[in-house]
């Protein structure tokens, strides 16, 4: 659970890991731009695929890659599903469902490919930086861009509690495995509630103690962050150079349609 969210793959020492985190941040705000302008699917999936392509290139394991994708497919599953059916006025094919007959409508399908070819793409952009960015350089560069300190010190306290949430909740779930809490649907049900209700509470406490924590420590309502160093102008020039790709590409499928 703690690899899926850490940044373990982040800390390699490899080509994109290297590359300075505002340089990327720059090309990835870039490319989620074009990716949610393209008029047609064909952008976003390249995006996708070659985000999953640099990603194998690197050693990141193919499941931990599909297990990062899963929700952004369950929710293109999602969208391709109902936009085929509720949207659009000509059917393409029709499916019997007992005593159910569904019209498979083209706008809709189209529609559908189009959001789901999107989710992808733009997770494609998301996961690729968070297996090659540890998440405190891309909060030293967004403050670098000038984002709202306020925001950026909130996103660093909800990505430091993630983790201590995860570890009371792996502690309860275990403990409730133990105890047999999981024994039938009935137990697991009321488990599950309980697991929520408790972790609801667990993050209330630690929030309270991280505060104290905080003002113990001399907070001031800011948090004081690291100056980064010099950009190095590869990594600018990169950055450049896929950006201006990745707009040239962007203007070819508005032309063209796709």
Excluded at 143 to 172: C, K
Aim: charged share 15%; net charge positive; glycine share 8%.
């Amino acid at each position: 659970m703690f690899e899926l969210f850490s940044d373990i793959y982040a800390g390699r020492g490899n080509r994109f890991t290297r590359m300075d985190a505002r340089a990327k941040l720059f090309a990835a705000a870039i490319t989620l731009a074009a990716v949610i302008a393209a008029p047609g699917p064909a952008l976003p999936f390249v995006v996708w695929a070659l985000c999953v392509i640099a990603l194998l290139s690197i050693r990141i394991q193919t499941k931990m890659i599909a297990l990062r994708m899963a929700p952004a497919l369950s929710m293109a599953a999602v969208l391709l599903v109902l936009n085929m059916f509720m949207l659009g006025t000509t059917p393409v094919a029709h499916l019997g469902i007992g005593v159910w007959r569904l019209a498979v409508m083209k706008e809709g399908l189209n529609q559908g490919i189009q959001l789901g070819a999107r989710v992808m793409g733009a997770t494609g952009v998301l996961i690729f930086l968070g297996f090659t960015t540890p998440a405190h350089r891309l909060f030293q560069a967004l403050r670098w861009y000038g984002a709202p300190e306020s925001w950026v010190e909130l996103a660093l306290s909800v990505y430091r509690q993630i983790f201590t949430l995860i570890d009371a909740a792996s502690d309860m779930y275990a403990a409730q495995r133990v105890r047999l809490g999981y024994a039938d649907a009935r137990r697991a049900v009321v488990s599950a509630g309980v697991l929520a209700g408790s972790v609801l509470l667990r993050s209330m406490e630690q929030a309270a103690r991280t505060h104290e924590a905080m003002l113990a420590r001399g907070y001031a309502g800011n948090t004081v962050m690291g100056p980064l160093p010099q950009m190095a102008k590869a990594d600018a020039a990169v950055a450049i150079l896929w950006a201006a790709a990745v707009l040239s590409a962007l203007g070819v499928v508005l032309k063209m349609g796709l």
